[in-house]
């Protein structure tokens, strides 16, 4: 089956970048996503890309993708602290539901 | 546009008991997904509905959960006898669609407690 794998925790200071990691299973996938959750709240999508890309950037945030090793990842540039949450990689390898990682908790610090 | 909808936000029932968690989808959307979050994991899928049918439910436990899409109403996910396994919080997504490139939309979740 599907299996979507994070680190559990980042620390970052303030100012600095952020990367979180992601490896995923299904090759089939065709979309591979960011969420974001912050404390209390549900899941806030980020950015996704597509898989026939490489890199997504969107303002702060840059997404890659090394689909020969199935390894996506999260950059954020100029890390705020706004920016502490916890970070989900997800995989959608149907038509249907997200198979989504264990989360990132980023923390950063002032 | 208002987004997704959920209530309660928090839910405590002691064991033995029924949970009914209600989730009313954006305007529009016709295609409802349920996760369960557990604690310290990620979310895992549940459901999936369209109105009045149920389209994939390979994410649901066997015994003591259902969902239901009604044309009318918001989904409802109904939790019979629950135990303190089921203690979790519970998001509902939306989408207009169905498809990869098609976004679904999260609620902010009921947090179920049982005692």
């Known amino acids: 089956g599907e299996d979507v794998e994070q680190s559990l925790f980042l620390s970052v200071r303030e100012g600095d970048s952020s990367v979180i990691n992601c490896t995923y299973t299904d090759s089939s996938s065709t979309y591979l996503y960011w969420y974001k959750q912050e404390p209390g709240a549900g899941l806030q999508l980020l950015t996704y890309?597509?898989?026939?890309?490489d890199m997504k950037q969107d303002q702060r945030l840059t997404v890659l993708l090394n689909k020969k090793d199935k390894h996506l990842s999260l950059r954020i540039a100029d890390t705020q602290t706004g920016d502490s949450a916890i970070y989900f990689c997800a995989e959608r390898p149907g038509a249907n539901n997200l198979f989504f990682g264990t989360g990132t908790r980023l923390t950063v610090i002032p | 546009n208002a987004g997704v909808m959920q209530n309660p936000r928090h839910l405590v029932r002691r064991r033995g008991q029924e949970a009914r968690l209600r989730c009313s989808p954006m305007?529009?959307?016709?295609?409802v997904y349920w996760y369960r979050q557990l604690p310290e994991e990620g979310l895992k899928f549940m459901v999936y509905l369209q109105k009045e049918n149920i389209i994939d439910e390979s994410g649901m436990p066997k015994e003591r959960f259902s969902a239901e899409f009604p044309k009318e109403g918001p989904s409802i996910l109904r939790i019979q006898q629950v135990v303190r396994g089921d203690s979790a919080a519970y998001f509902c997504?939306?989408?207009?669609?169905?498809?990869?490139?098609?976004?679904?939309?999260f609620g902010p979740g009921t947090r179920l407690t049982v005692l």
């Open positions: 305007k529009g959307h016709s295609h």
């Open positions: 890309i597509f898989s026939n890309m």
């Open positions: 997504a939306s989408s207009p669609g169905a498809g990869g490139r098609t976004e679904q939309f």
